[in-house]
Every structure is written in structure tokens, then in C-alpha cells.
């Protein structure tokens, strides 16, 4: 097993869209709403913001199957299956940003990401201009080295990204870079 830590910072605004269910006021508009509980889409823990696990978990799997990494020997085998499998990131990453440091924005988007064909409204989300932070990633298989950890968390944070209106789905939101990763092998 490989344990690594990885520093990450921002290269373009993050703006986070954690779901909630805050009940709507009597009479309360859609826009006064979202204005309204734009806080509540931030993941907090003891008033401090952080980049959920499966935030990033989810930008290694999908920049895995865009990027097809070949396996050296293996044929046309690809680290996909074993970045989606045998690696696992448990903590959150905090970002040391309280709530009251990020800025509001207005989005023109989609009303139901997850149906294209469906309208368009606007839609307020916290944006961070500027974050920096470290992840620590958990590999069972011997076969993600630390090249290939590097190789798709540096792929990931340019065409995958993180958070709402992140590239791989068309916005230009989440990007980040990586500063620099160590590595430390766990013997079990």
C-alpha cells in the first residue's frame, strides 16, 4: 500500500454546489432564494471550508478514463480500473477559509445539470478565488506509482477540475495544479 500527500492549489475560482434542502419562505422567489442560501452550498466543518474526498476521488476517475494511461507491459491495459478501485481518499481537504471569506456569483446555467435538454436559470454559488491545500491518497495497488499518481492529478486539475462549472463539464471553474507529492509506502 502507498499513502500519498499531495499539495494542491487553485489555478481558477472553485465554486462549490453541496446540495441542501433549506426550506423556501412563504411567497419567496427562486432568485431571492438562491441569493438567500448561496452559504448553504459550502461544505463546512467547524467553520472552515474544505474540498469533500470524493471530490477529488471522482477528478482521478474521470481524468483516468479520459486520459487512458497505458500499463508499460500490459497492452492496451489502462490505470482506469485501478484508480477507480484501489484508490481511496479519506479526508477531507481543509482549506483554512471561513464561510464569510468567499463571494458571491450569479450563474446563467442550466436548471437540472443532469438534463441538458431542461431550461436555463440563474443561480448564485460561493466562489473561492484562491485556495491552497493537501489531500492525502491512499493506493492498495502497488501498480499506481507515484509517476502515475503525479501524472493524473496534473491532468486532472487541468481538463477534469473540481467543484460546479468545472471543465469536463464545459465550464472554466476548478482548476487546480499540483505543487508537489510525496510518497510513503505502509506496510500492512
Known amino acids: 500500500m502507498r499513502k500519498f500527500n499531495a499539495h494542491l492549489e487553485s489555478v481558477t475560482p472553485y465554486g462549490q454546489g453541496r446540495y441542501h434542502d433549506t426550506p423556501k419562505l412563504p411567497r419567496e422567489l427562486h432568485d431571492a432564494y438562491e441569493e438567500r442560501t448561496y452559504l448553504h452550498k459550502l461544505h463546512v466543518s467547524l467553520n472552515e471550508i474544505y474540498i469533500p474526498p470524493m471530490a477529488i476521488k471522482k477528478c482521478l476517475e474521470e481524468t483516468a478514463q479520459y486520459i487512458k494511461m497505458p500499463i508499460p507491459g500490459r497492452g492496451k491495459e489502462t490505470y482506469t480500473k485501478n484508480i477507480r478501485q484501489a484508490v481511496l481518499i479519506n479526508e477531507p481537504c481543509m ?50 506509482t507515484e509517476y502515475v499518481m503525479r501524472r493524473h492529478l496534473e491532468m486532472g486539475g487541468l481538463i477534469t477540475g473540481i467543484g460546479v462549472w468545472r471543465p469536463n463539464r464545459g465550464g472554466s471553474w476548478g482548476k487546480f495544479r499540483l505543487t508537489s507529492l510525496t510518497e510513503e509506502e505502509i506496510v500492512l
Not at 115 to 144: C, H, M, N
Open 95 to 144: 482549506l483554512g477559509i471561513a464561510p464569510a471569506e468567499v463571494r458571491l456569483q450569479k450563474v446563467f446555467t442550466l436548471s437540472q445539470p443532469a438534463k441538458p435538454q431542461g431550461g436555463r436559470v440563474w443561480k448564485y454559488f460561493p466562489v473561492i478565488d484562491q485556495w491552497a491545500g493537501v489531500i492525502t491518497i491512499l493506493s492498495l495497488d502497488e501498480i499506481v
